[in-house]
């Protein structure tokens, strides 16, 4: 809507800058705590925080060190906690078998936290990529990613985590037709509340390089995953998935990776309305970080402008690697 406004000099805009106390009344959103999901990694081991490379200040947590790290958001009061594993490679497989094992670290890792931290939410991720030989997020055969062949596979994967005691999942693989089987295997098992926040909008990115070495996804995936993620360029396609997951029973939809795609969250939440989130990605994580670390820019500023133009461009949320940061930063203020 135009805003009809008197000329200059009637009209000064600079009048609600001059001061703290005037721009904090004209500030148009704001980020909270309650807006942020954190993204952690678990692996084997006891007592283990082994650091990431390329993502300066996250690491790999053993089970009993991500039952810490959820007792530690929970109380910043960070609503929701996401689990990515890093798989073992013996247990990496062509058909992927260990996605769906009750006892492999996602599952055994969500039961911890249950038990420990029941007021958090965990949010899993469902794709196949941790535990496929081939490092796709879908089976392989031929070269070619199946689809059908993998949602079977996903469904499995997702009922385990379901009696795990996951309360929202996450399908981040880009299959179609997967939020519907997911949706009625759930139903049918007597998880009716389950939420699905879904990777609906997924682009084709490289900015998901660094997350691949968190996870040890590098060294098995051969060529892209063009075949099933979005074309960068696309934005109407975006809208088309977004309508398709809703209508299959997601109960939130997510734009991945976050920054680049603002565009794609306004046109989103303003057409749908839904619950929208983006993913600020490994790989946009590592450029703020990582100029941080050379005292390139100031990193606290930076990770916090950027979160906040989540909240501006649509999103009710993100999902961000800098959550417990900016939950301190919020809750000293
Ligand atoms: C894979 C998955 C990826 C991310 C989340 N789930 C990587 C990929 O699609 O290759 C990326 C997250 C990030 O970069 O922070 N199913």
Redesign the pocket.
């Known amino acids: 809507m135009p805003q009809v406004q008197a000329p200059y000099p009637a009209t000064r805009l600079r009048r609600l800058r001059r001061t703290p106390a005037l721009r904090a009344l004209a500030q148009e959103t704001t980020l909270n705590v309650g807006d942020l999901i954190w993204?952690v990694f678990v692996r084997e081991g006891v007592d283990v925080m082994e650091p990431i490379a390329s993502m300066p200040g996250v690491y790999r947590r053993s089970i009993d060190n991500i039952v810490k790290a959820a007792r530690e958001a929970a109380d910043l009061g960070i609503p929701a906690i996401c689990l990515f594993p890093y798989t073992d490679a013996s247990l990496k497989t062509v058909a992927c078998e260990e996605a769906w094992n009750p006892q492999n670290l996602t599952n055994r890792a969500i039961r911890a936290i249950k038990a420990a931290v029941p007021e958090i939410a965990v949010m899993t991720?469902i794709?196949l990529?941790p535990y496929n030989a081939l490092g796709h997020?879908g089976i392989v055969q031929d070269g070619v990613v199946l689809n059908d062949e993998t949602v079977a596979a996903l469904v499995k994967m997702a009922l385990a985590q379901a009696e795990a005691g996951a309360d929202i999942l996450g399908p981040?693989?880009m299959m179609d037709g997967r939020i519907g089987a997911l949706r009625s295997a759930l139903e049918m098992a007597g998880y009716q509340d389950i939420v699905i926040l879904s990777y609906s909008a997924k682009y084709a990115s490289s900015?998901?390089g660094?997350?691949?070495d968190a996870v040890g996804a590098s060294g098995a995936l051969k060529g892209d995953?063009k075949t099933y993620?979005m074309n960068p360029a696309n934005r109407a396609e975006a809208l088309r998935l977004i309508e398709r997951d809703l209508r299959e029973g997601a109960d939130m939809v997510m734009i991945k990776p976050g920054m680049p795609y603002l565009d794609i969250c306004r046109e989103v939440k303003d057409t749908f309305g839904a619950p929208t989130y983006a993913?600020q990605?490994?790989?946009e994580y590592a450029m703020i970080a990582g100029a941080a670390e050379r005292g390139w820019i100031n990193g606290e500023a930076a990770m916090m402008e950027s979160l906040l133009c989540f909240k501006r461009a649509g999103c009710d949320g993100i999902l961000t690697y800098f959550a417990p940061a900016a939950a301190r930063i919020l809750a000293a203020k």
């Open positions: 993204p991720d794709a990529d997020d981040s693989d900015f998901y660094p997350f691949r995953k993620q993913y990605v490994s790989g």
